[in-house]
């Protein structure tokens, strides 16, 4: 029996149709389904229904969905151990944010496939929340404060941000000094978050309003830069705007806590090498870059 048909009939059983699969597999559809017809072939049993709607599993598919991904774990995790140190083949794919990924991230993973010449990495650039699972992802990089999950997190480095806004903003609408104060100002946001706040050793949860959302921090530092509102935003999207005076700091005696960065994974009991290994030089990372630093040089705004 061919692992590779194995893995095909996998990925269309969690994907939920032969296009999505190849999508994932990075091969056509027409070799997506010649495999699924040979291994249907050799078992004598139909695994998809075929319709004009899509495919989906019969019940001697579900069944055998189980078997066949257990088979492909052990077929991977077999071909790690055999392989020579630091030698990493097959594919990764990974979900990575959209606000900084690009200028952060994105080195690491560029680092990791010169590194292992073999290895054929697929990013996908998104603030969305990606099912893992669903859409068949190795892991993810995520940043902020995690939700409750079934997910397997590793935390990989600290995030700290500050709340920020533009001088033109803070003459016209003034500076708040506490958190009852902040929730009458213009907060600019992804969706309808909450923020916390330090106050000494408490946390302070607080539920800002504004007019302006974006699903992505770049567009909130734009925002917050064209005056139209408060931003609790990375350090790491601001510092340039702070040190140029386009920002500056408010709410100096409530800085949110430090968030962090994590790689997040499907349950299971142990992550694979290639997740290791990105982990790893993710942790590097934030070890050495001034970006991720807890001191940055700002502009702050009065504090009355």
């Known amino acids: 029996m061919n692992i590779e048909e194995l893995q095909t009939f996998v990925e269309v059983a969690d994907a939920g149709g032969i296009s ?31 319709s004009t709607r899509g495919t989906a599993l019969t019940e001697a598919g579900a069944t055998f969905r189980d078997y066949a991904a257990r088979v492909c774990a052990e077929i991977d995790v077999a071909k790690e151990t055999i392989l020579p ?33 073999l290895m054929h990495i697929q990013a996908c650039y998104s603030d ?3 099912d893992l699972i669903a859409e068949g992802y190795d892991c993810a990089i995520r940043v902020g404060y995690l939700p409750d999950s079934n997910l397997i997190a590793r ?61 992505n921090g770049t567009a909130l530092v734009a925002a917050a830069v064209a005056g139209l509102g408060i931003g609790y935003l990375p350090d790491c999207l601001t510092h340039e705007y702070i040190a140029s005076g386009a920002l500056v700091t408010v709410m100096r005696r409530h800085q949110p806590p430090p968030a962090g960065a994590y790689v997040i994974r499907p349950p299971g009991q142990h992550p694979a090498r290639k997740i290791r290994v990105l982990t790893e030089l993710l942790i590097e990372y934030f070890a050495q870059s001034p970006h991720f630093a807890r001191a940055v040089p700002a502009r702050e705004g009065s504090d009355g």
Do not use: C, N
């Open 20 to 50: 999505p699969a190849a999508l994932r597999l990075g091969v056509s559809k027409s070799i997506v389904s010649r495999r699924l017809v040979r291994l249907e072939a050799e078992l004598g049993v139909q695994l998809l229904a075929r």
């Open 85 to 117: 140190a630091g030698e990493l083949r097959g594919r990764l794919r990974v979900a990575v944010p959209l606000s900084f990924g690009p200028t952060h991230f994105a080195p690491v993973l560029a680092e990791m496939a010169r590194r292992h010449p």
């Open 128 to 130: 969305r929340f990606v």
């Open 155 to 215: 935390r990989v480095g600290p995030i700290y941000g500050k709340l920020v806004a533009s001088p033109d903003y803070i003459k016209v609408h003034g500076q708040p000094e506490t958190p009852e104060e902040l929730i009458a100002h213009q907060a600019l946001m992804q969706g309808t978050e909450t923020w916390q706040l330090m106050d000494g050793d408490r946390i302070i949860t607080v539920r800002p309003q504004g007019r302006f959302k974006a699903d």
